[in-house]
């Protein structure tokens, strides 16, 4: 699973590639939930690293980007 995020369009996705391709500097995205791919060009996106997941106040791991947890067991991609 892909550690990094981009913003586009004011929403978070999988940076899954950036780079030079034939058809210039592009970017590829993904969903959170893995369901769909696109391509952008790469000046349109902002990288991040996506935050990971920590143990909170109640000993149940919350995952900072989709709000799983182990008792819920949703999983965005992010979660380890």
């Known amino acids: ?20 391709t034939k058809f210039g500097n592009k970017a590829k995205l993904g969903f959170m939930d893995g369901s769909k ?8 996106v902002s990288q991040s690293s996506a935050p990971s997941c920590s143990r909170s106040s109640r ?14 067991q949703v999983d965005c991609g992010d979660c380890a």
Do not use: I, Q
Not at 59 to 72: A, D, H, L, Y
């Open 1 to 20: 699973m892909s550690n990094k995020t981009a913003t586009h369009k004011g929403r978070t996705y999988r940076l899954l590639f950036v780079g030079k």
């Open 59 to 72: 000993r149940v791991r919350t995952c900072p980007s989709c709000g799983g947890n182990e008792s819920n």
């Open 37 to 44: 791919e696109f391509w952008v060009d790469s000046g349109l």
